[in-house]
Structures are given as C-alpha cells and as structure tokens.
C-alpha cells in the first residue's frame, strides 16, 4: 500500500490518505463473508478471490477462515 499512496501522494497527501483509508475499509469488509467476491482471474486457486476497489484489483486467498492479501494492482490500459 505504501507504493500506491506515494503514487497518489505524487497529486495530493490529502487524496492519497482518503484513498488508503477507504481501500483498508474495503479490506476490512472481508472479514465477513470474503466468499462472497469472484473467484480470482489471476490464479487456478479455488479459494483465491479478487476484489476491485476503484480501479485497483485486490487478490486474496482463504485459508481456514482467514483472508491474506496477495497484491494490489491497478490494471492499465495500454
């Protein structure tokens, strides 16, 4: 997350702040029934799931009821 608020950081400390704080939030919503996002794009994994918070791409993987973050990514059109 520290790359991703620095990037932001870049434009504005006040944005990159409200857009970690909101992206924790979104995180936190995990925690109850983390089964419920899609499973993910990026892995064979049937208990790994992503979930998108503003354009960045959030993957995670389940293992006996706890969620561990793998990456955060914004994906780019190029």
Request: glycine letters at 2%; charged letters at 25%.
């Amino acid at each position: 997350m520290l790359n991703i608020k620095s990037y932001i950081s870049t434009d504005s400390v006040k944005r990159a702040n409200d857009f970690i704080s909101q992206l924790k939030s979104t995180i936190k919503t995990l925690d109850t029934m983390p089964q419920r996002c899609r499973r993910s794009l990026y892995t064979k994994s049937d208990n790994t799931h992503d979930i998108i918070h503003k354009g960045y791409t959030i993957v995670y993987k389940i293992i006996e009821n706890t969620v561990y973050i793998l990456t955060i990514f914004k994906r780019r059109n190029y």
